[in-house]
């Protein structure tokens, strides 16, 4: 069975796949592996190559029908698609969406990444290149395919890694996989308290679900506020949220808001998306 896996950046998607491959004996196809190949040869860095690509969509176009083929080729296997648009072009899969901070991003990405073509002078260098990237890869997608990659109804899990050692991510994903192989799977959001902003000062009524809406990669929670306060508190690592519509005039809270939220939960956010 197929499983596509796309998300932010330094989010874990390459040890997730490890992790499939050798202890499941999955299939592992990495476009990722395909663009830094690509980069290395031309002797620029992942986010030039992003930046050329913005230009020059052939690659886009080598790397859906590279996609697509294996798709083809290796139906009924066992195969983990790590790419951003996998998801679009081999849709009979579980679609697994993978979420994380900026800062926690720039972190693991400045202390593990070690190719040639990454090269990053400091933590909040590699941060500030991946929140680039992101923009960068979002416009595309969106101009060439009409895709946006931050809509999470496109996927079955969406998954917030920033607290999660990478066994804890695996060993949720595998066991989410066994759930949508049964049929009937029911799509989730999980997301960590501490990257969930409140959407007003207020404590607004609270209902049945934890909703949420999403604003420029950022979650804002639309009640629940005192569940919001007591799973931060408490350190959970991740709550089930429910995504409805909304806007920005959903959101009324300000950055002095956050900052006293922040001072009465015992927590920093990573960044301030107001």
Sequence with gaps: MYITINGQLGSGKSEICKFFKNEHGFDVFSTGRIQRERAQQQGISTLEMNKESGKDYSLDYI???ATVEFAKEHE???VIFDSRLAWHFVPDSFKIHLLVSPSEAGRRVFH???TKEEKYSSQQDATNQLVERRRLEAERYLKVYNVVMNDYSN???VLDTTSLSIK??????Y???CEFKKGNYKNKILASPKNIYPAN?????ENDNFDIICLNDAMFALNWNEKLRKATKEGEKFI???LVQGNKESVSITLDDLYEWEKENGFSYSYYPI
């Design 168 to 173: 804890e991510v695996c060993d949720i994903l």
């Design 112 to 114: 593990n990444r070690v």
């Design 175 to 177: 066991n989410e996989y």
């Design 201 to 205: 000062a207020a404590y607004s009524k």
């Design 76 to 78: 009924g296997e066992d």
């Design 240 to 242: 089930d949220v429910n």
């Design 155 to 157: 996927y079955n899990l």
């Design 63 to 65: 790397i859906d029908n």
